[in-house]
């Protein structure tokens, strides 16, 4: 499928809001106006947006403690995603939850997972009950190539594969479990471990928006059409450190100014579109002038908004008790 | 009304809600068995039977074989559960939840209150327990005391065949996670039950003896252990009230200090190992709310501060007995 204007201009919207609510995340929790453990996705939007794009409101996501993408390229709210991630009552879980849990179950997002690798056995169940219930939906878990080392993972691999579920796995690899490099923590390469369980893996330049948009559409059609599971190991670059407060010691000098310069999904994708005359710059930029003014919004809406109240406290935690 | 085993009540109150509503599957290692071998089909019908008939009567798309993977299947119950079915999922022991634990206790337990209320997480674990089957320390576990710790799950533990049914069913309709313990040997366990589906509420408690002097509350197969001592007493005069919880989450604690209120002393009958159980739960219970009413210390039976020991001589004097029983009984009285 040729992707339309109107797609090219929702994914680089997308991609932009990402980059945004991520840096502005970065530099508000600097000045003390998030509270807890904050995980950013910048660098990684050609992911999130490029597999999020093929999937519609039938398909699930689960996604990881590095989650904000995946939201705002499932569709989730970002006015109420920056709420949660202040505490704030109107937030997008009432302020229960924060970055690291933040869902929207109606736009088929799972939740982020404070867990590493929590996510993949729940999306075998998303994929089980389209299945099951013969709604055509797919499911992709999102996860680390540090996730990719969890039991729950490779058990999930292996679930998938014997029921023949509708599966995409797409193995984020940012070279970093934490502060320990990937080139050492995985055994193997991702797309044997793959081809290990029966499934095809594909390997996608993750900085590449159009490659990504590509093999998640091969990886989609599959599970969709009844083949099964899949794997995408996704390489790419995050800007910051594993969570905000890092200091990326074990990062070499000049890395990430480098990978900024050279790698950034955003310049790949503006100079691509802008080549091939796709799109015009123009309308690039004025896409990144009202992104601007929405997370500037958000983020005022946010600090001005309440908090939940001793009330809130003891509810939500069962249906009935 | 016949006579039904524990092992058939759970098995028609499965058969009957899955006749009801579509969504409700059933997974597990050897649900039905025998998947992809060249022997029989429904081999097994789950490790012990009670599974046995669902598949050929609802096929493999609704009872699921899994690999031996709990974290896997647990955690697609799970998933499955937040997106639109009811998935029973059998841990085949209780034992097993270290490799699984992470996908009931910090995903199905806590979805509703992280997402802010709005996720619905209506799963069922099924799963085995309980010391008595010369089983050793890796398959006698009770355990319940750790998931009923849990804000968000629910923790059931029927003591006969007639409560096992009414709350299974209960189980699979509720919307919260639920935790299902059946007491390994239990299963061949008979009395009368309804055929008709039926329905027993958590959180409402079950006096199955009524009597002015002491109070015993207890679990699951300790319940049958209480009953046949309050009997024993009766006949000397001793009487008891024995108070089945039935779910130790929600836990009817206003029953309980009812029944301390009216008799001024309790013994409480716990198979869990005796740190931060049920026992301790309700002796701190009644300790706070009900001091005053005391006529003699509270007495807590339950097996020592060890793994279950394999040899059957020695797991006998770790199982709480119903003379262990009689002993805490006798002492509260005569105080």
Not at chain 1, 4 to 11: F, T
Not at chain 2, 324 to 335: P, S
Request: net charge negative.
């Amino acid at each position: 499928m040729q992707l339309s204007r109107e797609d090219l201009l929702k994914a680089y919207r997308d991609m932009r809001t990402i980059r945004e609510f991520e840096d502005r995340v970065h530099d508000e929790f600097a000045k003390g106006g998030i509270p807890g453990f904050v995980h950013l996705y910048a660098g990684e939007e050609a992911s999130g947006v490029g597999v999020c794009m093929n999937l519609d409101d039938r398909d699930k996501i689960a996604s990881t403690h590095r989650g904000h993408g995946h939201c705002i390229a499932k569709g989730c709210d970002p006015k109420a995603m920056m709420k949660e991630i202040y505490g704030k009552r109107d937030g997008l879980c009432g302020g229960k939850g924060g970055s690291m849990h933040i869902a929207d179950l109606s736009r088929g997002m799972m939740g982020a997972n404070g867990i590493v690798g929590g996510g993949p056995p729940l999306v075998c169940g998303a994929a089980l009950t389209a299945k099951t219930l013969k709604t055509g939906g797919v499911a992709v878990a999102f996860v680390g190539d540090g996730g990719s080392n969890q039991g729950t993972t490779l058990e999930s691999y292996n679930l998938a594969r014997v029921w023949n579920l509708p599966v995409v796995f797409v193995v984020e690899d940012n070279g970093y479990a934490e502060t320990t490099a990937s080139a050492w923590s995985v055994g193997g390469s991702q797309k044997k471990r793959a081809e290990a369980f029966g499934m095809p893996g594909t390997e996608v330049d993750g900085h590449d928006f159009f490659a990504v948009y590509d093999a998640a559409r091969q990886a989609v059609e599959f599970a969709r059409s009844g083949d099964g599971p899949s794997l995408l190991h996704v390489k790419l670059d995050r800007h910051y450190g594993h969570f905000e407060g890092d200091a990326m010691t074990y990062r070499a000098e000049g890395e990430v100014e480098k990978l900024r310069q050279d790698r950034d999904a955003l310049k790949i994708f503006r100079t691509k579109v802008s080549e091939a005359k796709l799109l015009e710059t123009g309308q690039l930029d004025e896409i990144d002038a009202e992104v601007k003014e929405l997370i500037d919004q958000a983020v005022a809406e946010s600090e001005a908004a309440p908090p939940p109240g001793e009330e809130d406290l003891l509810t939500d935690v069962y249906v009935s008790y | 009304m016949s006579n039904k085993s524990f092992r058939q009540a759970i098995n028609e109150a499965l058969a009957q809600e899955m006749r009801r509503d579509p969504a409700v599957i059933v997974m597990g290692e050897d649900n039905a068995g025998g998947l992809g071998a060249p022997g029989e089909d429904d081999a097994w019908g789950g490790v012990l039977g009670v599974t046995k008939g669902l598949m050929p009567e609802f096929g493999r798309e609704r009872v699921l074989d899994t690999p031996i993977s709990e974290s896997a299947f647990i955690g697609a119950a799970v998933g499955a559960a937040a997106t639109g079915l009811r998935p029973v999922a059998e841990l085949m022991f209780v034992d097993f939840m270290g490799v699984c634990f992470d996908q009931i206790f910090n995903q199905a337990g806590k979805f509703k209150y992280m997402f802010g209320g709005k996720a619905v997480t209506p799963l069922v674990v099924r799963t085995m327990f309980g010391a008595g089957f010369r089983a050793a320390s890796q398959h006698s576990q009770c355990l319940y005391p750790i998931f009923t710790h849990i804000p968000g799950l629910k923790v059931v533990i029927p003591s006969s065949p007639y409560e096992a049914k009414g709350l299974m069913i209960q189980a699979i309709r509720d919307d919260d996670p639920v935790i299902f313990l059946e007491h390994k040997v239990m299963y061949d366990d008979e009395e009368e039950v309804p055929d008709e589906p039926y329905t027993i509420p958590f959180g409402e408690a079950n006096l199955t003896r009524e009597g002015g002097d002491v109070t015993i509350v207890a679990f699951g197969r300790m319940v049958q252990f209480s009953n046949q001592v309050a009997d024993k007493l009766e006949k000397e005069g001793i009487s008891c009230t024995v108070v089945d919880p039935r779910t130790t989450s929600p836990l009817d604690t206003d029953t309980i200090l009812e029944c301390v209120a009216d008799t001024g002393r309790l013994v409480v009958v716990d198979e869990a190992n005796p740190r931060c159980n049920m026992a301790t739960d309700i002796s701190a219970l009644v300790a706070q709310e009900a001091f005053g009413a005391l006529k003699a210390p509270i007495k807590m039976v339950t097996p020592p501060h060890t793994p279950v020991p394999f040899s059957p001589q020695l797991e006998d004097l770790y199982i709480p007995t119903p003379e262990k029983i009689e002993a805490a009984v006798r002492a509260v009285a005569g105080a």
